[in-house]
């Protein structure tokens, strides 16, 4: 891979926010003499995937209307937001059952333009890879494919971005909402570890 290829694959990671999470992920390498078509990938999608994005993406569709609405709608959003609940935790059951410990590997950042994960050993340099992504404090899980861009070895480990190559744009906006909660969440740890130690001065 030359300089100016891996420069604009590192524009094109670092075009979405990303945010530092721990998450499992399975991974497997594509056949380097094959080059899959976007239409390949989406035949591969296990079931379960297609699912979990088309459920997140008709629920998001169904309460965008209603929220703009107060009284009574309100009260309905938030059963409908309840119900959404209890699917989520159903499809994320569902999806665990994908999680495959031989193929689990570290993930330790992510967001819309792709992610870092460690392993022990090293994959190759511009390596396609099959990704399942498993954001369990969320009951999410995507299912595309990613290319190694970069490999920096870290006290015997080998820390990889990779960039998406083929991704739904349902998962992709799952992914960048995902990321906004997360850091959302941090800063309200944060904020309340604050407090605390002011408390205790």
């Known amino acids: 891979m030359n300089k100016e290829i891996t420069e604009q694959k590192l524009v094109k990671y670092n075009e979405f926010f990303s945010i530092e999470h721990d998450f499992s ?3 497997l390498a594509l056949d380097k003499n094959k080059n899959p078509t976007y239409d390949e990938f989406i035949n591969n999608m296990p079931t379960p995937f297609k699912m979990a994005s088309d459920m997140s993406s008709l629920d998001q569709a169904a309460l965008r209307p209603l929220q703009a609405l107060s009284g009574v709608a309100s009260k309905l959003v938030e059963f409908l937001n309840h119900q959404s609940s209890k699917i989520d935790l159903l499809i994320g059951y569902i999806l665990k059952q994908e999680d495959d410990e031989e193929h689990r590997y570290q993930g330790i950042k992510f967001g819309g333009g792709g992610l870092l994960f460690t392993s022990k050993k090293a994959f190759e340099p511009s390596q396609l890879l099959e ?3 498993f ?5 999410y899980a995507v299912y595309c494919y990613g290319e190694v861009i970069e490999i920096e070895e870290i006290d015997s480990n080998y820390l990889h971005k990779v960039i998406f190559h083929f991704i739904r744009e349902d998962d ?3 992914l960048v909402r995902t990321s906004l909660h997360e850091q959302s969440k941090q800063l309200q740890a944060l904020a ?3 407090n605390q130690e002011d408390k205790n001065n």
């Open 25 to 27: 992920i399975n991974i």
């Open 131 to 133: 990704l399942k992504i």
């Open 135 to 139: 954001l369990q404090s969320e009951n």
């Open 192 to 194: 309340q570890q604050r």
């Open 172 to 174: 992709r906006e799952i």
